[in-house]
């Protein structure tokens, strides 16, 4: 039988299905009404193969075709499968004996390929009718493990597929070569390809699957680059949310300085970079769900400023630039470059793009709710908001009206009227209570209230805030309970935020205990128990150069800083603490030790002048603290001991002194050590109305001056 | 753990089965059928399953001296792999109840333990001090799946290394403060063997992953959650909105991936997902916090996106040829008439 296909071939070496000269092509189209006439005929065919009389079908096909025996149930089966009979073209399949026709094909094809290798000119015509044949019944085999997987039989569908793979890695030892296959051939290889491993999928076979996408993607199938694209995809997101645990790709053939996945997640990174890649190079259509797949494992390890990278190079016209400017600033304020981001929402939210993008809007206020030069542009974004807000529900007005508290409550702290300053304030609470009544559960809104109110003295509101804070998550969050212990602080109920604190201790790991602990050392120094403040900072700085140890070589960008206490604070606290009690000299080494940690630190320099001061070694002193406003302008401290000291130097001094006080008290109207010695100035210049108002202002922040400032929450 | 009982080891999932059906009191429906294979019965029954759940889910659950949380416990540290599938079954359930009580600072000492047990597994998996980091493929260098140009002897390009997991450190007790971290490295265990799981369990965690984010405003509307109330409590408890800080919303937004994007193929599973996904975005928008806006947002488009359907063979090369195989055959036949 091969014998007369191979002559047939040789006849019409063109290769085109079907071969066989007993109908030509040009027949084609006058065949159906021939084929009228018959028509009981042909219907009785039909029958007789439902009838499960396929062999005699079969044979009259044989006959008639010059046909093998596999070659007609192929013929047959397709013809069943394409009526949509998928259960008769498995029957018709299931006569097929796919290993004897492999051996049939296998010693010419092969023979063939090789001997192709050295000669190519001698290549279509000679081997194309066994590569007819056996295209042929290939494709029997899938038709038959797609009849399978249509009934619900994966897992026999997918033996049936992976057998068809097989015989064609052992029919094309080398591989399938390129140019000489046969069309047909070549898509049923394909089409097997990437079926095999969603049928073992369907079949739950997972890591069958897994081993069949990357025989896919790593052999030589010569598959076309959408064939190739949807497989590298669908591996992508196998690999990506199958929950599946597999073994790397081996590293065999790999050349030196490849990257080789070592686990499904980088293994879907990798194929998903591919894939954005080839559609760059035009290769392939564009398929958003790439993007969206890419976009989604990277933000699970947080790295979106490569993701910012691949969104960058997303070719124009794909996203409206709005959008791609928005996921452009979120994944730059993940990745912390609010610089970035806030420049890209500013293009965004232009009077000519798109101005009251809500989404945009939000994520503008949020920036700069966080940065007091930003908070004015913040309120604009945040008042916007609210206003588009409206329509929609009444989650993202409170959201808004959140941002839009926290935004005024940082822009009230730079302005420079008193006056405003209230007005402000007021607004903040106003927008941030507005808020709360919208969405009543959630905590984050309870505690920024609670910090508006400990800010603007009211302790008592404060309180309250914190200890909602506290109820609704359930102590889970260590900055609820600092707040509790700083508002406690401040109302001078020491003991009690004492008791707080410990509490919070034994809700907080070891190894987060810094700030809890650096503001227990401080409840003890406020209540003149130095001792035990000494012992409170010994165990901070135990835990402090602990942690040093255990990351300093490593440096984990993971461990969250807001929790974590600096040696030099540690230093500088005990510095502080010894100045207090007059231990000048123990004073000093600990400034030592400050220093050589952060050489130019306003809070040192701003110490080493108290000491000084304290020594009476004026000019040593003001150049310290001098020093100290040259490294930070608006250190606050400094600005104050300048002013106190400059008051005690005489009338000449006392505006100059008069004008550093002020200035202290623009940027922290609760400062009450400036309002007491701003009080000096007035009654040393006579005017006592003025000393008395400042010297009531100093008294009565005193009773509400907590041990450590509600900002460093 | 404190326990009155006294207790019984647990070295199969044979033992495992008796102890259990102990516990809830008297067998289960179709228990003979789990007698043959009981690990499997543990993990896929669907009876064992619901009154398990049930009683985790009922008022009075996960105290001390909770004896279905002792036989978790016990059946997890038997380090039979199959009771320790079996276990993690239950982790949807398990976190859900627990996140949920733990903000009114109950005592919840029965759960505590198994969650402590399960978080020492994977930290033990972890390696001690590890992170779990990803390395970022750079296309410059070659890989597997694609070829790169590279200069010869040039150096290949730096990879940037990303950390997925922090280090787990040990923990004897579940703290507040801590609470998110060891329920977050269980969900991240869960999500390992998620393969393995059953639909139902699956199922749980996108309801209670609903009930965390605590959607109280226009979701609430139009879909109310469908947890089924604890049976034996008076009113139906309120599962409460839970914090969900980055080292929880994470793992729980994997697993909700899964569900809806993983190889399962349960419609009812991916809707509840897409759900689930959903009030996770919801829920990221009301910080802002971008990482989860992104990965929550990329969820939701996912879900209304339509998979690409699998190639159907194509005959259109062979329409032609399919006449002629008509006319031939009918040829044939008449003929032979």
């Known amino acids: 039988m091969a014998a007369e296909w191979d002559s047939g071939s040789e006849a019409g070496p063109t290769g085109d299905w079907p071969p066989a000269a007993a109908a030509s092509p040009v027949n084609g189209k006058a065949a159906p009404p021939e084929s009228d006439a018959g028509a009981s005929a042909s219907g009785s065919s039909e029958a007789k193969v439902d ?3 396929i062999q005699e079908a079969e044979s009259s096909l044989r006959e008639g075709l010059s046909l093998n025996y596999e070659e007609a149930r192929a013929l047959l089966g397709r013809l069943e ?21 492999i051996q049939r094909f296998q010693p010419s094809l092969s023979e063939k390929t090789l001997s192709k290798r050295s000669n190519k000119l001698r290549s279509d015509s000679s081997n194309s009718g066994s590569q007819h044949a056996a295209s042929l019944v290939l494709e029997a085999i899938y038709l038959k493990s797609m009849s399978l997987q249509k009934l619900g039989k994966a897992m026999e569908a997918a033996k049936q597929c992976k057998s068809v793979l097989d015989a064609v890695e052992s029919i094309f030892q080398c591989g399938i070569p390129g140019v000489m296959v046969e069309q047909k051939l070549q898509e049923t290889v394909s089409k097997s390809v990437e079926l095999l491993p969603e049928l073992w999928k369907q079949a739950g076979a997972y890591q069958e699957a897994l081993t069949s996408y990357r025989r896919a993607l790593l052999s030589q199938w010569n598959l076309d680059d959408e064939c190739c694209t949807r497989i590298q995809k669908r591996f992508a997101v196998f690999l990506l949310y199958g929950g599946v645990e597999v073994a790397p790709p081996s590293l065999a053939s790999q050349t030196e300085g490849s990257f080789v996945p070592r686990n499904n997640l980088e293994e879907a990174i990798l194929l998903l970079m591919i894939l954005l890649k080839k559609f760059f190079l035009g290769k392939t259509h564009w398929d958003p769900s790439v993007m969206e797949h890419l976009t989604f494992a990277l933000s699970l390890c947080g790295q979106t400023s490569i993701l910012a990278k691949h969104l960058e190079e997303v070719l124009p016209g794909i996203y409206p630039r709005t959008r791609r400017w928005y996921s452009l600033a979120l994944c730059y304020f993940a990745a912390s470059h609010n610089e970035a981001a806030i420049n890209l929402l500013r293009k965004c939210l232009n009077k000519n793009e798109s101005p009251n993008d809500l989404m945009a809007l939000l994520l503008a206020a949020k920036i700069c709710s966080s940065n ?4 004015s542009e913040g309120v604009e974004y945040a008042k916007r908001a609210v206003k588009d807000a409206e329509s929609s529900d009444g989650h993202l007005k409170s959201v808004a009206l959140h941002f839009l508290g926290s935004c005024l409550a940082k ?13 402000l304030q007021t607004e903040a609470l106003k927008s941030l209570n ?3 009544s919208l969405d009543r559960h959630n905590p984050e809104l309870i505690f920024d209230l609670g910090i508006e109110y400990a800010e603007q003295r009211n302790m008592h509101a404060a309180l309250k805030c914190a200890k909602e804070f506290i109820d609704a998550t359930g102590g889970s969050v260590s900055k609820g309970w600092r707040l509790l212990s700083l508002v406690l602080s401040a109302q001078q109920r020491y003991s009690e935020a004492e008791v707080v604190t410990d509490a919070a201790l034994d809700e907080t790991a070891k190894w987060e205990q810094g700030t809890l602990l650096r503001i227990k050392a401080k409840l003890k120094v406020a209540q003149s128990l130095p001792m035990e403040a000494v012992e409170s900072y010994r165990t901070l700085l135990a835990l402090v150069q602990a942690q040093r140890k255990a990351y300093g070589s490593a440096k984990n960008g993971t461990e969250d800083d807001e929790n974590k206490v600096s040696e030099f604070e540690v230093w500088q606290g005990l510095a502080n603490l010894y100045s207090s009690l007059s231990y000048w000299r123990d004073a000093e080494i600990c400034l030592q030790k400050a220093k050589a940690l952060k050489t130019y630190s306003a809070t040192t320099l701003h110490a080493e002048g108290n000491i000084h001061e304290v020594q009476e070694k004026i000019q040593d002193a003001l150049a310290a603290y001098f020093n100290a406003l040259s490294t930070e302008v608006e250190h606050v401290p400094s600005k104050v001991s300048v002013g106190a000291l400059l008051s005690k130097q005489g009338p000449k001094f006392l505006p100059v002194a008069r ?19 701003l009080g000096k100035v007035h009654k040393h210049d006579g005017r006592l109305a003025d000393a008395a108002d400042c010297f009531q202002a100093a008294s009565m922040l005193e009773d509400s001056d907590p041990v450590e400032s509600f900002r460093s929450l | 753990m404190p326990n009155d009982a006294p207790p019984q080891p647990i070295h199969s999932a044979k033992d495992a089965l008796a102890a259990l059906a102990d516990i809830l009191g008297g067998g289960f429906p179709g228990s003979s059928a789990a007698a043959d294979d009981p690990a499997a019965a543990l993990l896929n029954d669907p009876d064992v399953a619901s009154a398990v759940t049930r009683r985790l889910r009922g008022s009075g659950s996960g105290a001390g001296s909770d004896s279905l949380c002792r036989w978790l416990y016990e059946a997890f540290r038997s380090n039979v792999p199959e009771l320790q599938l079996a276990v993690l079954r239950f982790v949807p359930t398990l976190a859900g109840v627990y996140m949920c009580r733990a903000v009114t600072r109950k005592a919840l000492a029965g759960f505590e333990a198994v969650l402590l047990a399960l978080y020492a597994h994977a930290a033990a998996q972890h390696g001690a001090g590890e992170a779990e980091t990803v390395s970022l493929p750079n296309l410059a260098n070659p890989s597997p799946y694609h070829d790169a140009k590279v200069p010869p002897k040039a150096k290949p390009a730096e990879l940037d290394v990303a950390v997925l997991s922090p280090p787990l450190e040990p923990h004897g007790t579940v703290r507040a403060t801590r609470r998110a971290r060891i329920v977050g490295a269980v969900l991240e265990l869960y999500h390992c063997k998620i393969a393995h799981m059953p639909l139902s369990s699956k199922m749980d965690f996108c309801e209670f992953c609903v009930a965390w984010v605590g959607t109280h405003s226009k979701l609430d509307g139009t879909d109310k959650p469908r947890l089924p109330p604890a049976p034996d409590a008076a009113g139906a408890e309120k599962w409460r909105r839970v914090q969900l800080p980055w080292e929880l919303f994470q793992p729980a937004v994997r697993i909700v991936a899964h569900c809806l994007l993983g190889p399962t193929r349960s419609d009812e599973l991916k809707e509840q997902a897409a759900r689930a996904a959903e009030c996770l975005y919801w829920r990221a928008t009301e910080t802002m916090e971008a990482r989860a806006v992104l990965a929550s947002r990329s969820l939701v488009r996912l879900s209304q996106m339509v998979e690409e359907p699998i190639p159907e063979p194509s005959f259109s090369g062979a329409i032609e040829n399919m006449a002629e195989l008509e006319a031939m055959r009918a040829n044939i036949l008449s003929t032979k008439n």
């Open chain 1, 51 to 53: 009838d499960g009389n």
């Open chain 1, 411 to 423: 822009k009230s702290k730079v302005v420079s009227s008193d006056h405003q300053r209230s007005l």
């Open chain 1, 659 to 677: 004008c550093f006080l002020s200035d202290a008290l623009r940027l922290e109207p609760t400062n009450r050590m400036a309002w007491f010695h």
């Open chain 1, 434 to 436: 507005e808020a709360i």
């Open chain 1, 372 to 375: 007091y030069l930003l908070s």
């Open chain 1, 81 to 101: 499968y394409q009526r949509g009979n998928v259960e008769a073209a498995l029957r018709v399949f299931d006569g097929i004996d796919l290993q004897a026709a």
